[in-house]
């Protein structure tokens, strides 16, 4: 089964909101969701670097704190070196979510750094899919799906209430798309990746078939 990884910090709650929501849309997409919180900037990040290792796609999230990613999952993605050194995670997809108070708040550097973050591993980053709401902004509710247009991955906003209560059900909708999003990606190129072997495999079978046929050929009179 096509394995998605989601690691994720989230200081407050908010965050996590979105990263269940996306697990959620992952397994609705049949495939088997990994959720690796990011506690502390203190822990012993290998079981999660390992655990990336070992999924064929990784979502990463982390709130927008002063403009950025938080500093704790930033200490997750320096230590991320050690799978940069051995080229782990090349070649695998990746994509990413990001939470904050206002609708801007910078939450695009937040997210492009977690493109760069994918990219610096060689990975291939899926972005979001979802078109901008095209209603007037008056008309867009907690129900609206990506509610304050983002291209590059999910943008979700939250207010200054419980997790429970917000961000909204519109933001928890587009993180659920962002996880089948993501499986489904995943799954066409295990896919592919399993079809080229197959088709490597017959080419070795056949090539010496080939050359017998060339080499017969090659020794009868031209007609
Ligand atoms: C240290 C800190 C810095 C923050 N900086 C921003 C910011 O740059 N932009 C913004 O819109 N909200 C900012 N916020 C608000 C958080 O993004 C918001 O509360 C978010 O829901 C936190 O997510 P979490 O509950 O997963 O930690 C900041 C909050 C904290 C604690």
Request: net charge negative; aromatic share 8%.
């Amino acid at each position: 089964m096509t394995r998605i990884a989601i690691a994720y910090h989230s200081g407050y709650g908010h965050t996590e909101v979105l990263a269940n929501s996306v697990a959620q849309g992952v397994r609705d997409a049949g495939a088997e969701a990994v959720l690796l919180k990011i506690d502390n900037a203190g822990q012993d990040f290998d079981p999660l670097l390992d655990e990336i290792t070992a999924s064929d796609a990784v979502i990463f999230g982390a709130p927008t704190y002063m403009g950025d990613v938080s500093g704790v999952f930033k200490v997750f993605a320096d230590a991320s070196s050690r799978a940069f050194f051995t080229g782990a995670w090349k070649d695998k997809l990746a994509a990413g979510f990001t939470n904050s108070h206002s609708f801007s708040g910078d939450k695009l550097h937040a997210l492009t750094s977690l493109a760069i973050l994918a990219s610096q591993h060689g990975m291939n980053w899926v972005n979001l899919g979802l078109a901008p709401p095209n209603i007037p902004a008056a008309e867009r509710g907690p129900d609206t799906l990506n509610r304050v247009g983002a291209f590059l991955g999910l943008a979700g906003q939250s207010d200054n209430a419980s997790p429970e209560l917000s961000p909204p059900s519109g933001d928890r909708e587009t993180a659920r798309l962002l996880g089948v999003r993501v499986a489904q990606a995943a799954q066409r190129w295990k896919r592919g990746a399993a079809t080229e072997l197959a088709a490597e495999r017959d080419s070795r079978k056949w090539t010496p078939v080939a050359a017998a046929v060339t080499l017969h050929t090659s020794e009868m009179e031209p007609v």
